[in-house]
């Protein structure tokens, strides 16, 4: 096949590069088709012929590539950088992001999507930001942290999902005496290569008012009670006006399918499959406009279909054990560790849990992808493996 290379070329002044090269489906080399292939060069033309099988392939072909990162090593590597790397203005938080191995070596875990393990020590206060980039944070293990999100403290604990649509205000503050780690899913990768993203500093220190730590948000007292809105507010950002939907609601969510399924009423995906997606209580629609959440809860033995999806996603072994299966790879995984799944790469889990590592005896994953974007795209495709 003819090749073109974007990589600058000194010699001609073009970035441009094509060859003719003999091939079925491709021009007879002649000279005249050389010098037609340095005119395009010169004005910095790209032929199709030359470019389809890589612009238009039969399937999509992931730059991403499937891979593991065990939470005991990310964990022990966060708490080296807490005794460290300060946090304050420069660096702003002390988050560490996954890379993925196919990417270049560019913090990103998938094209389209950030995830970071963020550390913070004892009475450490992370200073108010704000940026474009739509976020959440996701505990699986500890309790503590506060963050101030528009003034309002919500607290962090472990199972707690707590997203925060962009452009808001917010800081951490630890009150406790002991460090906590969590993990923060951004889209920033899809808003970097859209160049889309601002961001901006807020202040250096917040209020006395702002260090408060309730056992319940303003947004969770105004919006947190299952099938009612309130009438008094709506929200004034894109985004979930609820900054923190609370683990003991998820897990009775959960544990209430497999119940039902057990009864022989139903209410599970498939066989032994229990989830959930978090949605936006004002309008029923993804919690941000760019990223979706979800949980999901595999008793032991069971084993899901596999799956293909347009669009990429991020794990989280929140409790138990199993096997998970992501193309041509597979991985025994466990609490805490994170794995990704690229486009249209096949995923299917079996549970292992057990009692002795698991609360609820499943193999529990916490997950977040970029469906909302495919969707209203329309670029959302699903395929059941057979």
Not at 49 to 58: C, F, K, N, Q, V
């Amino acid at each position: 096949m003819t090749h073109s290379s974007f990589a600058h070329d000194i010699a001609s002044g073009s970035p441009v590069r094509l060859q003719a090269v003999a091939a079925q489906g491709q021009p007879e080399v002649t000279p005249a088709l050389e010098e037609l292939y340095r005119g395009f060069e010169n004005e910095l033309l790209v032929p199709l012929w030359t470019e389809i099988g890589d612009l238009m392939p039969a399937h999509p072909r992931s730059r991403a590539a499937a891979h593991l990162w065990r939470w005991e090593r990310l964990r022990e590597l966060a708490a080296r950088a807490g005794g460290l790397v300060p946090v304050g203005r420069g660096g702003e938080r002390r988050a560490i992001a996954l890379a993925n191995p196919a990417l270049g070596g560019r913090p990103f875990a998938t094209p389209t999507l950030w995830a970071a393990v963020q550390y913070l020590m004892p009475g450490e206060d992370a200073p108010e930001h704000r940026h474009t980039q739509h976020a959440f944070r996701f505990v699986v293990e500890g309790s503590g942290v506060w963050t101030v999100v528009g003034g309002d403290p919500v607290p962090m604990n472990r199972g707690d999902f707590l997203p925060q649509a962009g452009w808001n205000w917010h800081a951490h503050h630890n009150a406790t005496r002991e460090p906590m780690a969590w993990i923060d899913g951004l889209d920033i990768p899809f808003q970097y290569v859209t160049e889309a993203q601002f961001f901006e500093f807020g202040r250096d220190e917040i209020t006395d008012a702002e260090r408060i730590t309730p056992e319940r948000s303003r947004s969770e007292r105004l919006w947190a009670h299952p099938g009612l809105r309130p009438l008094s507010a709506a929200p004034s950002t894109p985004g979930s006006p609820l900054l923190s939907y609370k683990w003991e609601y998820t897990d009775a969510a959960l544990r209430d399918q497999l119940l039902l399924e057990r009864e022989g009423y139903g209410g599970t995906v498939e066989p032994g499959h229990a989830a959930v997606r978090y949605a936006n209580p004002h309008d029923g629609c993804d919690v941000l406009p760019t990223i979706r959440a979800e949980f999901h809860r595999i008793a032991r033995g069971a084993e899901t279909a596999p799956v293909r999806e347009t669009g990429s996603s991020v794990y989280q072994v929140f409790d138990g054990s199993g096997v998970v299966s992501v193309g041509e790879r597979s991985f025994t995984v466990s609490r805490g560790d994170l794995f990704v799944v690229p486009s249209w790469e096949a995923f299917s889990a079996r549970s292992e849990a057990g009692a002795g590592d698991s609360d609820s005896g499943a193999l529990d994953l916490f997950r977040f992808s970029d469906a909302p974007v495919f969707e209203a795209l329309g670029l959302n495709r699903t395929q059941k493996d057979a």
